[in-house]
T-cell receptor, first 113, second 109 residues
Framework: DGGITQSPKYLFRKEGQNVTLSCEQN?????MYWYRQDPGQGLRLIYY???????QKGDIAEGYSVSREKKESFPLTVTSAQKNPTAFYLC????????????FGPGTRLTVL | GQNIDQPTEMTATEGAIVQINCTYQ??????LFWYQQHAGEAPTFLSY????GLEEKGRFSSFLSRSKGYSYLLLKELQMKDSASYLC??????????FGGGTRVLVKP
């Protein structure tokens, strides 16, 4: 079955630690995206990538980093520089044609203690 | 930049109709999406409008007016399972999506 997976579902970390969230897709999509969602709010774009080995900052990239070494994978690292990292993180992927629908993974809920 | 506004919350009765409005200002436009999101879950695609007019898909319809920067999502014959947040999102160049804050719909028996 084709899909997009994120792991783990829940993640707890101590303040000051870096943490990497996994995102994998087997939909053969060129584009991948990371969003952050805070309680009762919409999604905000952190980083996106239209092709392997290339990525761009979104609206709230500070304190985050990404890599895109493989088409199927787009891991997100939440660094200690991110001031309020506790949130729900959603990964998405899509084709790159105009108006292509984005498909979302199940999300990772990160809690920093 | 992008600015997207939608109501925070709406309540309706099972079997009724609810209309969720979305207004936007954008510097580029490649279409408008509506997604449904149940609490703690991933958003799922409902509709995409790029031309003016109404798109109907079963109990859900979506309307777009590009000149007015306005869209609405119409949910008919409401069911309890329709209780969720509904996200309006505008696509700009490069297929970047900007989301509104979401409208939480509560369906009561």
């Amino acid at each position: 079955d084709g899909g997009i997976t994120q792991s783990p579902k829940y993640l707890f970390r101590k303040e000051g630690q870096n943490v990497t969230l996994s995102c994998e897709q087997n939909l053969n999509h060129d584009a991948m995206y990371w969003y952050r969602q805070d309680p009762g709010q919409g999604l905000r774009l952190i980083y996106y990538s239209q092709i392997v080995n290339d990525f761009q900052k979104g609206d709230i990239a500070e304190g985050y980093s990404v890599s895109r070494e493989k088409k199927e994978s787009f891991p997100l690292t939440v660094t200690s520089a991110q001031k309020n990292p506790t949130a729900f993180y959603l990964c998405a992927s899509s084709h790159t044609n105009r108006g292509a629908e984005q498909f979302f993974g199940p999300g990772t809920r990160l809690t920093v203690l | 930049g992008q600015n997207i506004d939608q109501p925070t919350e709406m309540t309706a009765t099972e079997g009724a109709i609810v209309q969720i409005n979305c207004t936007y200002q954008t510097s580029g436009f490649n279409g408008l999406f509506w997604y449904q999101q149940h609490a703690g879950e991933a958003p799922t695609f409902l509709s995409y409008n790029v031309l003016d007019g109404l798109e109907e898909k079963g109990r859900f319809s979506s309307f777009l007016s590009r000149s007015k920067g306005y869209s609405y999502l119409l949910l008919k014959e409401l069911q309890m399972k329709d209780s969720a947040s509904y996200l309006c999102a505008v696509m700009a160049a490069g297929n970047k999506l900007t989301f509104g804050g979401g409208t939480r719909v509560l369906v009561k028996p």
